[in-house]
């Protein structure tokens, strides 16, 4: 997901005013404070990549929400919400049971895995699981390719941001984008990047609700809005929206269950102090969701209001539904703070992508090739380095292919990961061939998909998206190839494994 239709030439307005700026000045010295403090605590490579496994219950609920919802939430959903109507809501009206199943059938597992055995990496997990160095090696390699892909084109979608703020050009938008990002990530690690995504969480809330509000206000409440809107188009408010039925029922369901896959969520399970409290993850993640998307939906909702009612001519780009409506009906603290939350949520899903792509090459890979790296908390930072500079080079390439880069992002986490270790980690039937089978299907067929469909070689049928399809076959073949080696599935798995998946 971007934060603004990327596919596009246009850049998005100029948002170059006092309060804006003031305002995402101060969010940038608080990230700077808060990398600093990290930075004095990190003193080993769990400190690096797990946190210490210290971290406290609404503190991870908080993070995991603000790495969940990138700008997506700000600025690309409200557009969706804009363009189809009510449907668009299928991405996230399955939120509070994934994050249901997220606490019960992955981080409880996931997090007493981790005190077994040590393990740091989501790619550990797989590895340990199956007793397989080439499961983990796989998998490490399907979130490089993912990752790299992504903060690219969040690296695009921040330089756009920071362009438009402070007139800089995109180039050097993009390049200040990763150096302030890079500064707390490779000095504090997740540490640092949990605590900050900690203060950017509470920063797209308060900006959520106080939106919210201009929204009910401007729209004239909510029967205000759907008056508006059905005079016009009552099928915009209907069950699909302007969306097929196969397209929303395919979203929540991509969505639902392929969030399960996501590791730059499922690895802050490993960093919580004590795995009792995740009771209470459900109540407190879907809570902070949910606060946080009121302006998903509400700035799509009162713009089509707006536009059906004839007050405002229909909007260039549906991506620009929310500068629209904070420039022109908000004050302008309140638009730097909205803003400051779209920073908030690129650098928020970035740090978690450069912290698990260093921990892939410094950790899972080598450790699939049986070796390992003798100063883990060094090389780690080194990488992190390195990735970002190759996905800031990736993030100036045509705007086409950047989000193509993007696009197979989510899908490629869910068809490799969902199988191998949110169902693996509940199956004691799940063995090593059909692990590896699974994750070489999701990687080989979502990048052979999403190519030919960039390509514009083939289109699927109208509402079956690749995620979905991608998805639905690794976990066919997973349980095909694991039913038809299912002699193994008892010898392939440890004693203190068996334990963990047992609690």
């Given at each position: 997901?971007?934060h ?6 246009a850049?998005?307005?100029a948002i ?7 305002v995402?000045?101060l969010?940038?010295?608080?990230v700077a ?7 004095r605590?990190t ?8 946190a ?6 609404v ?10 919802l990138?700008?997506?939430?700000f600025?690309?959903?409200p557009?969706?919400v ?6 668009a ?6 939120a509070?049971?994934?994050n249901?199943?997220?606490?019960w ?6 997090r007493l ?7 740091i ?12 160095p ?12 993912a990752v790299?892909g992504?903060?690219?084109?969040n690296?695009l979608?921040?330089?756009?941001v920071?362009?438009?703020m ?7 938008g993009?390049?200040?984008?990763m150096l302030?990002?890079?500064?707390y ?7 640092a990047?949990?605590y ?5 969480g509470?920063?797209?809330t308060?900006a959520?609700?106080t ?8 729209g004239?409440g ?7 809107i059905t005079?016009?188009d009552?099928a915009?408010?209907?069950p ?9 029922l ?7 269950l ?7 969520v499922?690895?802050k ?7 009792r409290?995740l009771?209470?993850y ?6 902070a969701?949910g606060?946080?998307l ?6 799509g ?5 707006k536009?059906?009612?004839g ?14 409506f ?6 302008g603290?309140?638009?730097g703070?909205v803003f ?5 949520a ?6 978690s ?8 090459v ?7 090739l ?6 883990e908390?060094?090389w780690g930072r080194?990488?992190t380095v ?9 993030a100036q390439?045509p705007g086409?292919?950047v989000?193509?880069?993007g696009i ?21 039937g799940?063995t ?16 052979a998909l999403?190519s ?31 039913w038809?080696?299912?002699a193994r ?9 068996r334990v963990v998946m047992?609690?």
């Amino acid at each position: 997901m971007t934060h603004w239709l990327l596919l596009q030439s246009a850049t998005p307005p100029a948002i170059r005013q006092p309060a804006v700026i003031v305002v995402a000045l101060l969010y940038f010295a608080a990230v700077a404070a808060i990398g600093v403090w990290a930075s004095r605590r990190t003193r080993n490579a769990r400190d690096f990549f797990v946190a210490g496994q210290g971290i406290g219950i609404v503190t991870l609920a908080i993070a995991a929400m603000a790495s969940t919802l990138s700008g997506f939430a700000f600025v690309g959903g409200p557009g969706l919400v804009y363009s189809a109507g009510t449907g668009a809501v299928f991405i996230v009206l399955s939120a509070s049971i994934t994050n249901t199943m997220g606490a019960w059938v992955l981080a409880r597992r996931l997090r007493l895995l981790g005190e077994a055995r040590g393990l740091i990496t989501v790619p550990d997990a797989i590895g340990a699981r199956y007793r397989s160095p080439a499961a983990q090696g796989l998998s490490a390699i399907a979130i490089l390719v993912a990752v790299v892909g992504y903060m690219a084109t969040n690296f695009l979608a921040l330089g756009l941001v920071i362009d438009a703020m402070f007139g800089t050009g995109l180039t050097l938008g993009i390049w200040i984008a990763m150096l302030v990002t890079l500064s707390y990530t490779a000095a504090g690690g997740i540490l640092a990047g949990v605590y900050t995504d900690l203060f950017e969480g509470v920063v797209k809330t308060v900006a959520s609700v106080t939106v919210f509000y201009f929204v009910l206000q401007v729209g004239g409440g909510l029967d205000g809005i759907s008056r508006a809107i059905t005079a016009v188009d009552a099928a915009f408010l209907g069950p699909w929206g302007k969306m097929p039925v196969l397209t929303a029922l395919s979203l929540f369901f991509v969505f639902g269950l392929g969030a399960l896959g996501q590791p730059h969520v499922a690895h802050k399970f490993y960093m919580l102090r004590d795995p009792r409290q995740l009771k209470w993850y459900p109540l407190l993640m879907s809570a902070a969701m949910g606060l946080t998307l009121l302006l998903y939906v509400g700035v799509g909702l009162v713009m089509r209001a707006k536009v059906a009612s004839g007050a405002l001519p229909p909007l260039v780009r549906a991506d620009d539904a929310t500068p629209a409506f904070v420039l022109g009906f908000t004050p302008g603290a309140v638009a730097g703070l909205v803003f400051a939350g779209v920073l908030a949520a690129g650098m928020s899903t970035v740090n978690s992508f450069m912290n698990i792509g260093a921990a892939a090459v410094t950790h899972d890979l080598p450790r699939a090739l049986g070796r390992r790296v003798g100063d883990e908390l060094r090389w780690g930072r080194a990488w992190t380095v390195v990735l970002s500079v190759a996905a800031v080079l990736l993030a100036q390439m045509p705007g086409a292919v950047v989000a193509f880069l993007g696009i197979f992002g989510f899908g490629l986490f869910a068809s490799t990961l969902v199988p191998s270790l949110a169902i693996g980690l509940n199956w004691t039937g799940a063995t090593r061939e059909g692990a590896i089978a699974s994750i070489a299907t999701g990687l080989v067929l979502t990048l052979a998909l999403e190519s030919l469909a960039f390509l514009k070689v083939f289109s699927l049928p109208a509402g079956v998206t690749i995620s979905g399809l991608s998805l639905i076959l690794s976990i066919l073949v997973f349980f095909g190839v694991s039913w038809l080696t299912r002699a193994r599935a008892a010898a392939q798995l440890d004693d203190d494994v068996r334990v963990v998946m047992e609690v």
